[in-house]
């Protein structure tokens, strides 16, 4: 079998003498370098590392700034102290990582395209932003997505594992995950504190 | 036996007369306020006792957004010279954190009738302006430096966490400093970390 040495020099030899395209070279090299070890988000391939944090921050991104809307109507119409002072900083944090996170894409010469659907925008805003909903039945909607968080975590973590060469991105993604587990260890707290009788059963 | 307030209005009346020094007043009235913990509520910050709950946390509030606003922007100016990638990425959270922080303190404090006042002495922003906006010191030196004032982030965050204890009545802001408290953590985990790759021999 060819080793990927011997197929780079193939393909070099082939693209010096102008037998094959920039376009196919550089396609082709790809495929050589990834292998068989592709680099996945969410089970979708792609060609580079590049390309697939790219489409993380994008999808990260859009998630963020859609929890910090969310969150903030949920602020504004809180009928709990205590949940009022965490919420406001969590809400601070998806903020601040929707916004990171579309500079770091910028960076490195993407543009924002991910959006929530229509859908999703009202089943979520029609429970966060209701007067009529307490506090404690919006804990309790959202307690079973944090249950098992490493795991909702994993569509980041993941990409984080599979990433070599972009370093900056790496850290400062590891970095917004251990904020993700404040956050959702808060949550769970203040599910517990107001549910109590509730969440044990 | 004596009340505290007629303790302290006999000090007043010995005060007034001129009986007693500025020292000695000060003094007593510190005693009897000390003295007066076992008793009643008493607020204390930073070893001061102030007169009420609230009147602590916007102490707090004021002081804490006041170093978190310097950090934001110490951190900013290293993030533009920083020189390994990966210490980049952490140091652009921590930075973000700390400016968030400054921007909902500085809103509590306002929400609770205070205003800014602390500021940041011109001889300690020299100092680590000089160290982390600096291009010729490395991430790896930058990093032993504010680390080595880390090495207990408990006590380091003390002051924050003692507050918080005290607090009774204003549930919101006591969840909003510890869910901070949680995020300073989490900066002092990533900067011992970073430290440790970039700094093996240490």
């Given at each position: 079998?060819?080793?990927?040495d011997?197929?780079?020099r193939?393909?070099?030899?082939a693209?010096?003498k102008?037998?094959?395209?920039?376009?196919?070279?550089e396609a082709?090299?790809?495929?050589?370098?990834?292998?068989t070890?592709?680099?996945?988000?969410?089970?979708?391939?792609?060609?580079?590392?590049?390309?697939?944090i790219?489409?993380?921050?994008?999808?990260?991104r859009c998630?963020?700034?859609?929890?910090?809307?969310?969150l903030?109507?949920?602020?504004?119409?809180?009928?709990?102290?205590c949940?009022?002072?965490g919420?406001?900083v969590i809400?601070q944090r998806?903020?601040?990582?929707?916004?990171?996170l579309?500079?770091?894409?910028?960076?490195?010469?993407?543009?924002?395209?991910?959006?929530?659907?229509?859908?999703?925008?009202?089943?979520e805003?029609?429970?966060?932003?209701?007067?009529?909903?307490?506090?404690?039945?919006?804990?309790?909607?959202?307690?079973?997505?944090?249950?098992?968080?490493?795991k909702?975590?994993?569509f980041?973590?993941?990409v984080?594992?599979q990433?070599?060469?972009?370093?900056?991105?790496?850290e400062?993604?590891?970095?917004?995950v251990?904020?993700e587990l404040?956050?959702?260890?808060?949550?769970?707290?203040?599910?517990?504190?107001?549910?109590?009788?509730?969440?044990?059963? | 036996m004596?009340?505290?307030?007629?303790?302290?209005?006999?000090?007043?009346k010995?005060?007034?007369?001129?009986i007693?020094?500025?020292?000695l007043?000060?003094?007593?009235?510190?005693?009897?306020?000390?003295?007066?913990?076992?008793?009643?509520?008493q607020?204390?910050?930073?070893?001061?006792?102030?007169?009420?709950?609230?009147?602590?946390?916007?102490q707090?509030?004021?002081?804490?957004?006041?170093?978190?606003?310097?950090?934001a922007?110490?951190f900013?100016?290293?993030?533009?010279?920083?020189?390994q990638?990966?210490?980049?990425?952490?140091?652009r959270?921590?930075?973000?954190?700390?400016?968030?922080?400054?921007?909902?303190?500085?809103?509590?404090?306002?929400?609770?009738?205070?205003?800014?006042q602390?500021?940041?002495?011109?001889e300690?922003?020299?100092?680590?302006?000089?160290?982390?906006a600096?291009?010729?010191?490395t991430?790896a030196?930058k990093?032993?430096?504010?680390?080595?004032?880390?090495?207990?982030?408990?006590?380091?965050?003390?002051?924050?966490t003692?507050?918080i204890?005290?607090?009774?009545?204003?549930?919101?802001?006591?969840?909003?400093?510890r869910?901070?408290?949680?995020?300073?953590?989490?900066?002092?985990?990533w900067?011992k970390e970073?430290?440790?790759?970039l700094?093996?021999?240490?």
């Open positions: 079998m060819a080793t990927v011997f197929e780079t193939q393909l070099l030899k693209y010096r102008g037998l094959i395209s920039d376009d196919l070279f082709q090299m790809r495929e050589v370098q990834n292998g070890g592709q680099y996945k988000v969410n089970g979708t391939s792609h060609g580079s590392e590049r390309e697939m790219k489409h993380l921050l994008d999808e990260y998630a963020e700034n859609f929890a910090a809307e969310y903030n109507c949920w602020k504004e119409v809180s009928d709990q102290d949940v009022k002072g919420l406001r809400q998806e903020a601040y990582h929707a916004k990171l579309e500079d770091r894409l910028r960076e490195l010469g993407g543009a924002p395209q991910c959006a929530v659907s229509t859908e999703m925008r009202a089943k805003m029609a429970v966060y932003a209701s007067k009529d909903k307490t506090d404690a039945e919006k804990l309790q909607y959202i307690a079973p997505q944090l249950e098992n968080l490493s909702g975590l994993r980041i973590t993941d984080i594992d990433i070599q060469e972009d370093q900056q991105s790496k400062l993604l590891r970095s917004l251990q904020d404040s956050s959702g260890q808060w949550l769970l707290e203040a599910h517990q504190l107001l549910n109590g009788t509730k969440a044990a059963a | 004596a009340t505290a307030d007629f303790e302290v209005k006999q000090l007043l010995a005060y007034r007369k001129g007693i020094s500025d020292e007043f000060e003094a007593e009235i510190l005693a009897l306020t000390k003295g007066a913990q076992n008793g009643h509520a607020y204390m910050f930073k070893g001061k006792p102030v007169g009420s709950e609230r009147e602590m946390i916007m707090l509030l004021d002081e804490f957004r006041c170093g978190e606003n310097f950090a922007e110490f900013n100016c290293w993030v533009a010279v920083s020189d990638a990966c210490a980049r990425g952490g140091l959270v921590v930075q973000q954190r700390e400016a968030y922080h400054a921007q909902i303190l500085e809103t509590r404090l306002r929400e609770l009738g205070g205003i800014p602390c500021s940041v002495p011109a300690r922003r020299d100092k680590e302006m000089g160290l982390y600096s291009a010729e010191k991430d030196e990093l032993l430096a504010l680390t080595g004032r880390l090495t207990d982030p408990a006590q380091a965050l003390k002051y924050i003692d507050v204890d005290q607090i009774q009545e204003d549930q919101q802001s006591k969840e909003l400093l869910s901070l408290v949680q995020d300073e953590m989490s900066s002092i985990v900067l970073a430290c440790a790759l700094n093996p021999a240490q």
